[in-house]
């Protein structure tokens, strides 16, 4: 199928009879930019029309959820009917009339989805969580669930198709649902999707039939798939050839390698153990697309994933390693990175060092790395979200002013309604607001106390605060931001007065507080008339994490209090 003929500029013609114009892809960035209602804005519009004029042989979208019970992150666009017709379209359009064809991404998080988001636990195949601290476990899915999420899919295609969209991409890969179903960390099912490979690939296998059999002869259907989840005991590089040799069975016309999940975020890069042969080629799975020729001969193979220069995307196709080349995060900063690298103008891609810079013994932290590669994605999710508002990207945009819009981003504001409120649901909104509030506390900010702690981090975003139960007389112990000085420290309490542990203080305002290693002891008051978020910005010197912390308060919108806590002992 391939010859040292070919060139990143050959076109390429798949299975269904589509043709890639070239050998280059804009994959899948999931983008942040549908409305509040989870339909597509504007802004995805201008942003695709910066890409599809880009030179791309093809578009990939960013993953486009089956199920508005369940987002990955705010700003979802979700597909479970034609309502949204006329904004898909004119999605679509934009980016077709650069001359690129675009596929949909379509995805269910499964146990990945937020838990803020989500309308009630998040589902997986089994009851099993991921390993990272605040994300609830799952609750396992039942059969007839299954069947729906499967048909969710096919109804997601079928309006991608009506609304002239050339193909969709499911998407298997990175922890999602799909992918939960293949590895048997997070599959312990025992009926007939649960077992051995076969069993574990039979969802993603009624998945692509039903979306093959929804769609037309022509509209391409294709996969997104791990080749390892990088996890002992987890999904393997056999059983991923053996699950490439059951796709190439289904009439598939791409399948696209990637590799990893949230929990081992290989798809971020700098993997440790990464081969000489990996970082000489760049990619950081075409050693393993080698190794799946044999089990898919006649199906196209795309890898994503390390690609920066014109000599070795060149090398990739003319080995016939691969036959399509990913570029995601480059394609953020260069909206034209094809265009530049086939004609020349730009034989390297820039890649932006973003890193926290923290201590060296913090650097090699599994923590750190999962907090920098959060960061990561979402700084290159600022650069398209600039270009959505038809700004041109900011390679030099710090990564602490990116700290502060993960916050505003993902905080409550980003959840809640912007319709008006009656009167008679008031009180029904304030409670669905604290119950959001406690979410974020209980799910987020305070296991990120913890991991700060535990990681010896001695900034004062991660101290705990000992307090006496109202109700039961024990002791009450919460972790707390804290500022430190002679006389005492100032805390703040995110619900104000009714907090549990501010409640409590209010009952009996003696405290305890952990300064450094040692217990202070001291008494609480409320101070309403301070600033809360000037106050925050007191709490650490470094400047990503004091701004991170500020914004988190304003993103949350609930009701503050400074609490100063003056030293007894």
């Not at 803020?116 to 636990?121: A, F, H, K, V, Y």
């Not at 907090?371 to 038809?390: S, V």
């Not at 009996?508 to 309403?528: H, N």
């Amino acid at each position: 199928m391939t010859t040292t003929a070919l060139s990143l500029s050959s076109p390429l013609t798949l299975p269904c009879g589509q043709v890639l114009p070239n050998r280059i892809m804009k994959s899948a960035l999931s983008e942040g930019l549908g409305t509040d209602d989870h339909s597509p804005d504007v802004r995805l519009e201008r942003l695709y029309a910066r890409w599809g004029s880009g030179g791309y042989g093809l578009l990939v979208t960013g993953n486009v959820m089956v199920d508005r019970r369940f987002l990955g992150e705010p700003g979802n666009v979700v597909i479970e009917d034609d309502r949204d017709a006329d904004a898909l379209t004119r999605w679509a359009k934009t980016a077709k009339d650069g001359g690129s064809p675009i596929w949909m991404q379509l995805n269910h998080p499964g146990r990945q989805g937020n838990p803020i988001t989500t309308d009630g636990r998040t589902v997986a195949p089994s009851a099993v969580g991921v390993t990272i601290p605040g994300i609830p476990a799952p609750r396992e899915l039942t059969d007839a669930e299954i069947h729906d999420i499967i048909e969710r899919f096919a109804t997601a295609a079928t309006v991608a198709e009506e609304c002239g969209f050339d193909g969709v991409q499911i998407h298997a890969a990175h922890g999602y649902l799909v992918s939960q179903f293949l590895s048997p960390l997070s599959n312990l099912r025992t009926d007939a999707w649960g077992g051995d490979i076969d069993h574990r690939a039979r969802f993603l296998l009624e998945v692509v039939r039903a979306v093959r059999a929804a769609v037309a002869p022509g509209f391409a259907v294709a996969v997104k798939l791990n080749s390892a989840d990088f996890q002992r005991g987890g999904f393997t590089e056999d059983e991923s050839r053996a699950v490439v040799e059951m796709l190439s069975r289904e009439s598939i016309d791409l399948i696209e390698i990637s590799g990893g999940s949230y929990e081992s975020p290989a798809m971020m890069g700098k993997p440790s153990t990464a081969s000489a042969s990996t970082r000489a080629r760049e990619a950081y799975f075409l050693d393993y697309a080698a190794t799946v020729r044999a089990a898919a001969p006649s199906t196209p193979i795309a890898v994503t994933g390390g690609f920066r220069s014109e000599t070795a995307m060149s090398e990739a196709i003319g080995s016939g390693d691969c036959d399509v080349v990913g570029l995601g995060r480059p394609t953020a900063v260069v909206p034209a990175a094809a265009h530049r690298v086939i004609s020349g103008r730009t034989p390297v891609l820039d890649s932006a060092d973003l890193s926290l810079r923290l201590p060296s013994r913090l650097r090699t932290s599994p923590s750190v790395k999962s907090i920098e590669g959060a960061l990561d994605l979402q700084w290159h999710t600022d650069q398209l979200h600039a270009l959505g508002a038809d700004r041109e990207p900011d390679p030099q945009r710090p990564l602490r002013k990116t700290a502060v819009t993960t916050v505003k981003r993902n905080g409550i504001d980003a959840f809640r309604s912007k319709r008006a409120v009656t009167a008679g649901s008031a009180q029904q909104s304030a409670v669905r607001k604290f119950r959001r509030e406690r979410l974020i506390g209980r799910y987020v900010a305070n296991p990120a106390v913890l991991t700060l702690r535990k990681l010896g981090v001695r900034t004062h975003l991660a101290t705990e605060l000992e307090t006496t139960g109202r109700t039961t007389g024990l002791v009450r112990r919460v972790p707390v931001a804290a500022a430190f000085d002679d006389t005492g420290a100032w805390v703040i309490s995110q619900h104000g007065r009714r907090s549990g542990w501010g409640r409590n203080i209010e009952s009996d305002p003696s405290v305890q507080i952990m300064q450094g290693s040692t217990w202070r002891m001291g008494q609480a008051t409320f101070r309403p008339d301070d600033d809360v978020v000037a106050r925050t910005r007191t709490f650490s010197s470094n400047p990503v994490l004091a701004s991170l912390n500020a914004a988190g308060f304003r993103a949350l919108q609930s009701d503050p209090i400074s609490v100063r806590i003056t030293f007894t002992d």
